[in-house]
């Protein structure tokens, strides 16, 4: 995630100094109205070279301008809804990714400290050391641990059930991130069969299937369907990212609920 914001800097410092290229470039194509006429004669060679320029520079700086203009374009009916869907989307998606990273511990090091306290015969300060640890790990680690004095079988369920828990707990809300994955391009679709409809309306009343009407009704359609498109692409990316993260937790507890039951029948604590 950092990188992600880093790289998102540096194109937003790069898209400030093209716009301020482009306003700086804009006094020198005026030509003061006082010059003489031999002045004007000589310097019309560079100023028809940055006009040559210009449209490259300024097309690459209003790229934005462009986005927003396809957007007006596309409706404010379906295109409103479909910019609500990639908010709310992400919305979703940063927070299971804030969750997720706070759910991360090194493991390593946990299991560590409370083998080291399980081989003092040390229940109290392995159950500490878990207790003050953040993450659905050592959640398991506290919950095996309170029921080491019943025997190791129920050890094994506790720890078995209480993953489940934590399990469920990590893909909290990511239904709703498919939820939205899925309306955006349907959005779109709708979006755009209404807007053939619309444009076949516009032909019936016209008596006539003029390229101007069918052109302009068919590129409002599209648009729909493009822009949800990329808002279910953009959203799908972040899924995945959430889904690896999940993974990796759940593995990492499954590893942790295995050392744990092998810890515990090391140190024959339990009865």
């Not at 869907?85 to 927070?95: M, Q």
Request: proline share 3%.
């Amino acid at each position: 995630m950092k990188k992600f914001f880093a790289i998102v800097a540096v194109m937003g410092m790069m898209t400030f100094g093209i716009t301020q290229n482009m306003v700086a470039q804009e006094p020198e194509a005026a030509a003061e109205p006082a010059a003489a006429e031999q002045v004007k004669e000589a310097a019309a060679p560079a100023v028809e070279e940055v006009a040559e320029e210009a449209p490259v520079v300024e097309e690459n700086a209003s790229l934005h301008k462009e986005l927003k203009t396809k957007f007006i374009e596309g409706g404010a009916d379906f295109m409103s809804l479909v910019a609500i869907a990639l908010v709310l989307g992400l919305a979703f998606c940063i927070e299971r990714i804030i969750y997720l990273s706070l759910a991360e511990v090194n493991t390593k090091k946990l299991m560590k400290d409370i083998e080291a306290k399980l081989a003092n015969k040390d229940i109290e300060g392995a159950k500490q050391v878990a207790k003050n640890t953040r993450g659905p790990v050592a959640s398991i680690c506290y919950q095996g641990l309170m029921h080491v004095d019943e025997g190791l079988d129920t050890v094994d369920r506790t720890v078995t059930a209480y993953g489940g828990v934590q399990a469920g707990y990590l893909e909290q809300n990511c239904s709703w991130i498919t939820l939205f994955i899925a309306m955006a391009p349907s959005l779109g679709f709708l979006g755009t069969v209404i807007g053939m409809v619309m444009a076949f309306d516009k032909i019936q009343q016209a008596g006539d299937i003029s390229p101007t009407v069918v052109a302009g009704g068919m590129k409002v359609a599209l648009i729909t369907t493009i822009f949800g498109i990329v808002v279910a692409l953009i959203l799908q990316i972040f899924y995945n990212f959430i889904l690896a993260k999940i993974e990796s937790i759940t593995s990492n507890m499954e590893d942790a609920s295995i050392q744990l039951l092998d810890m515990v029948t090391k140190a024959k604590i339990a009865k």
